[in-house]
């Protein structure tokens, strides 16, 4: 079985930092991108930010400039820091691993999620 476990969630003043982390386990052949996505109440879950296992990144408009998404290769772990935090960001986060497992094909995976609460 694959596992991805968050952490880092929390409550934070407008302007504030947060990091949230997101480790994947299990029977891992291999991990192609790794990412955050979000969703708030009332709305769809949109993408924050993906990550290549080369480095490569894309982030949402929204985002850019205050979030920061990198990756340890070797722990198959993701994090997000986050930086100068809006109302806004408030949502629920949700890590994202596309992978292969050894007996079995590409898939997407994902995590519990994470509650971030950005106070005004």
């Known amino acids: 079985q694959v596992q991805l476990v968050e952490s880092g969630g929390g409550l934070v003043q407008a302007g504030g930092s947060l990091r949230l982390s997101c480790a994947a386990s299990?029977?891992?052949?291999?991990?192609?991108?790794m990412g955050w996505y979000r969703q708030a109440p009332g709305k769809q879950r949109e993408l924050v930010a993906v990550i290549t296992s080369g480095g490569s990144t894309n982030y949402a408009d929204s985002v850019k400039g205050r979030l920061t998404i990198s990756r340890d290769n070797a722990k198959n772990t993701v994090h997000l820091q986050m930086n100068s935090l809006k109302p806004e960001d408030t949502a629920v986060y949700y890590c994202?691993?596309?992978?292969?497992?050894?007996?079995?094909?590409?898939?997407?995976?994902w995590g519990q999620g994470t509650q971030v609460t950005v106070s005004s």
């Open positions: 994202n691993a596309n992978l292969k497992r050894y007996f079995g094909g590409w898939s997407d995976y």
């Open positions: 299990g029977s891992i052949f291999s991990i192609n991108t």
